[in-house]
């Protein structure tokens, strides 16, 4: 079996795992400073989505951390591809959930400010922004397990 760096139990995925978790968590944390965010559908469906990435994030960062200082998790065809379908499945949603925050943000401040007050869409651009970042690191993390799957 070769170790395909940012795969399961190498450090890079304990980084990857652990940025994802980090930019998630920013994402819902700015999402949620503004009061007015469950009166669009995007924002509450990127609420949504980023409340399932973080306990798939944190835990897989708890498994990552486990298998970097103790160095003996075996892998498991089985295990590795169900860490591998959630990745996707939750990478895609996660996509999704950033693109429409980021469209209605743009779409809100086009409109004027009496829809969406300044503050308030700084907040929800800087949350899609995050939600973006948690994507592609959840992406690459995904592709990087996948490159796994074969040689096990």
């Given at each position: 079996m070769e170790d395909v760096p940012g795969s399961m139990g190498t450090s890079a995925s304990l980084a990857l795992r652990l940025g994802q978790a980090i930019f998630s968590t920013a994402s819902l944390f700015f999402m949620c400073l503004g009061i007015d965010f469950y009166s669009y559908t995007a924002f509450c469906y990127l609420v949504t989505v980023m409340g399932l990435l973080i306990p798939w994030s944190v835990t897989l960062?708890?498994?990552?951390?486990?298998?970097?200082?103790?160095?003996?998790?075996?892998h498991r065809p089985k295990v590795l591809s169900a860490i591998i379908?959630?990745?996707?499945?939750?990478s895609?949603?996660?996509?999704?959930a950033a693109s429409s925050t980021a469209s209605v943000t743009d779409l809100l401040l086009d409109v004027g400010?009496?829809?969406?007050?300044?503050?308030?869409?700084?907040?929800?651009?800087?949350?899609?922004?995050?939600?973006?970042?948690?994507w592609?690191?959840?992406f690459a993390s995904a592709l990087f397990n996948l490159w796994l799957l074969p040689s096990l």
């Open positions: 960062v708890l498994v990552d951390v486990y298998s970097v200082f103790v160095k003996c998790l075996p379908i959630g990745d996707w499945v939750l895609f949603l996660s996509l999704a400010t009496s829809y969406c007050p300044a503050k308030m869409c700084s907040r929800y651009q800087l949350s899609a922004a995050m939600a973006f970042l948690s592609f690191l959840s």
